[in-house]
Antibody
Framework: EVQLVESGGGLVQPGGSLKLSCAAS????????MHWVRQASGKGLEWVGR??????????AYVASVKGRFTISRDDSKNTAYLQMNSLKTEDTAVYYC????????????WGRGTLVIVSS | QTVVTQEPSLTVSPGGTVTLTCASS?????????PNWFQQKPGQAPRALIY???SKHSWTPARFSGSLLGGKAALTLSGVQPEDEAEYYC?????????FGGGTKLTVL
């Protein structure tokens, strides 16, 4: 089955760290760009960042609000993408989705169900 | 900071037609922004509907169409069904960065 499954969410204190995982199955993960999108409760979608494939030098990009705090990586041998979140703030509280990006058609055609991150003391 | 603007809410009658729009703070939206549209229902992940302005996924119902209209990206629903009640988000490409619009809550009443 073609799917993405996020994990690693939970409760963390402000200033803390958390690492999310996105496990892919059913497709050629190594050739796909992977993006992270978040959504605070009752709010809209916010693009967080992306990592491209090896063929595109694993290039990363981030939204300004997380640059320097969040890092996206991938392990193609494990078909998994990661979102390392450091120096977490209360405003980072959200459901975090990973999504596959098709570089040729420029679309996000596959989404996970999301994992909830709560930053609170 | 780039802002993408959508109508906060719209209401349409079943069987009617409605157009949602997506504007960029940087100026007119063109095909080079590769407009995408997503549908999200409560408790669910977003679902892609339209990409590259007007292209449809295999699962996109025929009543959904995308276009450029008056300097904005547009999503038109023709023959609206009750199950189309949802939040709709556009997304624009700004080089390596993507920006979502704030979403349009579509009510079918």
């Amino acid at each position: 089955e073609v799917q993405l499954v996020e994990s690693g969410g939970g409760l963390v204190q402000p200033g803390g760290s958390l690492k999310l995982s996105c496990a892919a199955s059913g497709f050629t993960f190594s050739g796909s760009a992977m993006h992270w999108v978040r959504q605070a409760s009752g709010k809209g979608l916010e693009w967080v960042g992306r990592i491209r494939s090896k063929a595109n030098n694993y290039a990363t990009a981030y939204v300004a609000s997380v640059k320097g705090r969040f890092t996206i990586s991938r392990d193609d041998s494990k078909n998994t993408a990661y979102l390392q979140m450091n120096s977490l703030k209360t405003e980072d509280t959200a459901v975090y989705y990973c999504t596959r990006h098709q570089d040729d058609s420029r679309t996000f055609d596959l989404w996970g169900r999301g994992t909830l991150v709560i930053v609170s003391s | 900071q780039t802002v993408v603007t959508q109508e906060p809410s719209l209401t349409v009658s079943p069987g009617g037609t409605v157009t949602l729009t997506c504007a960029s703070s940087t100026g007119a939206v063109t095909s080079g922004y590769y407009p995408n549209w997503f549908q999200q229902k409560p408790g669910q992940a977003p679902r892609a509907l339209i990409y590259s302005t007007s292209s449809k996924h295999s699962w996109t119902p025929a009543r959904f169409s995308g276009s450029l209209l008056g300097g904005k990206a547009a999503l038109t629903l023709s023959g609206v069904q009750p199950e189309d009640e949802a939040e709709y988000y556009c997304l624009l490409y700004y080089g390596g960065v993507r920006v979502f619009g704030g979403g349009t809550k579509l009510t079918v009443l």
